[in-house]
């Protein structure tokens, strides 16, 4: 008889693998308590929340921080704009070499980070453009790009024609179009984009360190503090900022969309 059930064998090795994924992550909020500042002794010796205070009042902290938000804020905004429009051409219209312009458009994000940063470094230092906040901002846009074309695209490619035409018959204008028809099918879509945009920007690393120069971002700060350790447990007191600040977009972005196939239009 066929059983709905889960045999032990399946049970264990589901437990296991979710072990094996998600362990380094307790870890770190584990020896972000523990009472010892040198060295990650298991099990931590004691536990103690100083840490937090430690981590508040280190002045070395927060520039990183405010620097990581706010290249996580453009990239995703400059992210939105770009890749709404791209997603818009290349799902409403036919046209010679759509296929081929559609991988170009995904390759920032499906090669090595190594490339893209080496690639970026070069265009910068070929037209003289000095590292700053803005060389930070446009590598990381490359990628964020990507994020937010493959949620629009997949979303004006379930709309359909047929309601835009509607609108147009009923008198609407472009704007009126954009507005009353279009945000209101796309509007999770580019948020859930936004969101996991964001996430991906605020703790990039490789291409960071390719266009960053003298500047450290959140997650560079991290990496420097690992190699030079000053305070362990401060290290991941921070790793856990950052494990809030991209696991609560991503969530939020999962809720947006797991519903994203009911689409006006859809024909369902």
Not at 1 to 16: N, P, T, Y
Not at 231 to 242: D, E, F, K, L
Request: charged fraction near 10%; include cysteine; glycine fraction near 8%.
């Amino acid at each position: 008889m066929h059983s709905d059930r889960a045999s032990w064998g399946l049970k264990i090795a589901a437990v296991g693998g979710l072990l094996f994924l998600h362990l380094p992550i307790l870890l770190i909020f584990l020896y972000a308590f523990t009472t010892e500042d040198k060295s990650y002794e298991f099990p931590p010796p004691g536990l103690t929340t100083q840490w937090f205070g430690v981590a508040w009042n280190r002045e070395d902290i927060w520039p990183p921080l405010y620097l990581s938000l706010w290249v996580a804020t453009i990239a995703t905004f400059i992210a939105m704009i770009l890749g709404t429009l791209v997603s818009a051409a290349m799902a409403r219209t036919n046209f010679f070499g759509r296929e081929q312009i559609s991988l170009l458009i995904i390759l920032p994000i499906a090669l090595p980070g190594v490339i893209t940063g080496m690639s970026l470094r070069s265009a910068f230092s070929i037209m003289d453009i000095p590292f700053s906040t803005w060389t930070i901002i446009l590598g990381h846009a490359t990628f964020c790009i990507v994020i937010v074309y493959n949620n629009a695209v997949a979303r004006f490619r379930r709309l359909s024609g047929g309601i835009l035409e509607a609108s147009a018959d009923l008198g609407a204008n472009s704007f009126q179009t954009f507005r009353y028809v279009l945000l209101p099918n796309l509007g999770t879509a580019l948020l859930a984009g936004g969101m996991l945009a964001f996430a991906l920007s605020f703790d990039e690393v490789i291409v960071t360190t390719f266009t960053a120069g003298q500047q450290s971002t959140l997650p560079i700060w991290m990496l420097q503090e690992l190699v030079r350790p000053r305070q362990r447990p401060v290290t991941n007191v921070v790793a856990i900022v950052v494990f809030l600040a991209t696991f609560v977009p991503i969530l939020i972005a999962y809720y947006l969309t797991r519903g994203g196939s009911d689409t006006a239009g859809s024909g369902k």
